[in-house]
């Protein structure tokens, strides 16, 4: 596609819930990101991919956070019994390598936990 | 050791001023520094961005200027116009064992700019 595309674009769920939120990169991209944006914040990256595999997910704040890229392309970030403090902007982000390239970010999920 | 500290939080410039934003890291290994701008329901997009082999890049009205051994940079923005309105974030990243994608950002700056 023209850019990356994340999905759906407002998730408002219920505390304890189960959600999953979408990321289609660039096409070719083998590198994506997701980050999180708190209201009033710069992003905090949570996971690198490389391919398929999680190359970095260090910044996961807990278990109940999962990612996953099983093809190499489309990326599923997975949040188990959300919590009231998960409501933040979700954001993603690919680039054509992991090496100096410039991360495109898509325009986020904003997820609403209540 | 992973902060980037920004500022100032808000900025609000007449059109045709210059606005300045200014960043400082801790971390010495951080090799990459971009700025990005963000509209609001946006993602950011990216702006300018600097290696630490140079002290200063100029792309149109930004420019990044980068002091290595006081471990600050900052953007400046010429003749600033309405349509600059947006926040701005600084970031830095390391390439070394991971990629230049995993950044660590600046809290934001919102600018204004009046017409």
């Known amino acids: 596609g023209a850019g990356v595309s994340q999905t759906p674009s407002n998730k408002v769920t219920e505390k304890g819930k189960y959600v999953e939120l979408r990321c289609d990169p660039i096409?070719?991209?083998?590198?994506l990101y997701w980050y999180r944006q708190s209201l009033g914040q710069g992003p905090e990256f949570l996971i690198y991919?490389?391919?398929?595999?999680?190359?970095?997910d260090s910044g996961l704040p807990n278990d109940r956070f999962f990612a996953v890229r099983p093809e190499g392309s489309v990326s599923t970030l997975k949040i188990q019994r959300t919590e009231r403090g998960d409501s933040a902007v979700y954001l993603c982000?690919?680039?054509?390598?992991?090496?100096?390239?410039?991360?495109?970010f898509g325009q986020g999920t904003r997820l609403t936990v209540v | 050791q992973q902060q980037v500290k920004q500022s100032p939080q808000s900025l609000i410039v007449q059109k045709g001023g210059i606005s300045i934003i200014n960043c400082a890291y801790e971390?010495?290994?951080?090799?990459?520094f971009p700025w990005y701008q963000q509209f609001p329901g946006k993602g950011p997009a990216l702006l300018i961005a600097?290696?630490?082999?140079?002290s200063e890049k100029k792309e149109g009205r930004f420019t990044i200027s980068f002091n290595k051994s006081a471990k600050q940079f900052s953007l400046h923005i010429m003749d600033s116009q309405p349509g600059d309105s947006a926040t701005y974030f600084c970031?830095?990243?390391?390439?070394?064992?991971?990629?230049?994608?995993?950044?660590?950002f600046g809290q934001g700056t919102i600018l204004t700019v009046h017409p």
């Open positions: 991919f490389q391919g398929t595999g999680a190359a970095d």
């Open positions: 600097i290696r630490p082999d140079v």
């Open positions: 970031a830095a990243s390391n390439a070394g064992g991971t990629s230049y994608g995993k950044l660590t």
């Open positions: 971390n010495t290994a951080f090799d990459y």
């Open positions: 096409s070719g991209h083998t590198a």
């Open positions: 982000a690919s680039s054509s390598s992991g090496g100096v390239s410039e991360a495109f």
